[in-house]
């Protein structure tokens, strides 16, 4: 089982000190968060995509790459890539390329964001929410599975005899997640065509949660892909800890109260007993955590929101000390303990790539471009 931790790059007032950090001190921030991940033993590592204040991660593959070139063996990947308002083409050769140069250490995420005017701001309209994430997708596997693609589609102009570069590393594209919230359409997709299911686990009771994941499971093996309890099941969570329990509620509780996603609503006792949110000491996330089983089933993911609301950068990477050695040594051996042996690990790019029989060399090599004279001006330009 993988454990990790996940950013949304959000930019929050520290309501202690009534201090909010600079875009560049957060972006230096995240990228320290990022190396620590991989420093206390975690494996995955995922960087959410906005295109607004408060946040600043609008192009999380710049980002991501600059963390594979400081890290060894961490798993980047994404929390979400807004698969609605992207172009599927640029998806498939912004995410190939960070695939090379990340070693295959990728995978993605792929989403609808939580920010309605991000549609008209990249031309779409949010009433064709779940079919252009339906459309796009079904053209971003194309465009990774096949050398030469020919499409024509609703929402976006058509391709003729086009060629996405570079290829996917190995011939094996990343494997991607599909995150959603409460759409069970997107649980439908990514069940369709096998591959796996995030669910953010933060705002809605663990009755929903199952709901979801339930659905994803039965819908998964009607595809044939394998049982339902073989689905690949990725779950989020926040947790916020100190030794004793009352301290981290003593401290965390401004950081919850002035949040700019769940402040001044229900309160922190309320907010932990109905959601997954836990604020207590390493052996309450410790029991809390391995508790997701019971409903959800055996899971292949599980990533931590930690570094938000606010929260100060040596704050976070204490929490990140305690994941490491004290919380999550615990769930790996519990996790492993209780897993059957028929239900699968995480996909990584080495086992997709033994699974296709081993690396092969995707690049197309064509000729290079015919050139033809500018009637207008006379130039040889490319035609």
Sequence with gaps: MQFGVFSVSDITTDPTTGRAPTEAERIKAVLRIAEKVEEVGLDVF??????NPPFFSSSPTTTLAHVAARTE???LSTATTLITTND????AEDYAMLQHLADGRVDLMMGRGNTGPVYPWFGQDIRDGIPLAIENYALLRRLWREDVV??????????QGFTSTPRPLDGVPPFVWHGSIRSPEIAEQAAYYGDGFFHNHIFWPKQHTQRMVDFYRRRFEHYGHGQADQAIVGLGGQVFMRK???DAVREFRPYFDNAPVYGHGPSLEDFSRETPLTVGSPQQVIERTLGFRDYVGDYQRQLFLIDHAGLPLKTVLEQ??????????VLRKEFAALKPAHVPDAPTHASLVAAQGGAHDATVHAPADPMESNEVTGQVVNA
């Design 46 to 51: 995922a960087l959410g995509e906005h295109h």
């Design 73 to 75: 063996r961490l798993q």
């Design 88 to 91: 599927p083409v640029k998806i």
């Design 150 to 159: 020919d499409w024509e589609g609703k929402f976006r102009t058509p391709l």
């Design 244 to 246: 004793n329990s009352q």
């Design 320 to 329: 990140l000390d305690i994941l490491g050695e004290e919380v999550v040594p």
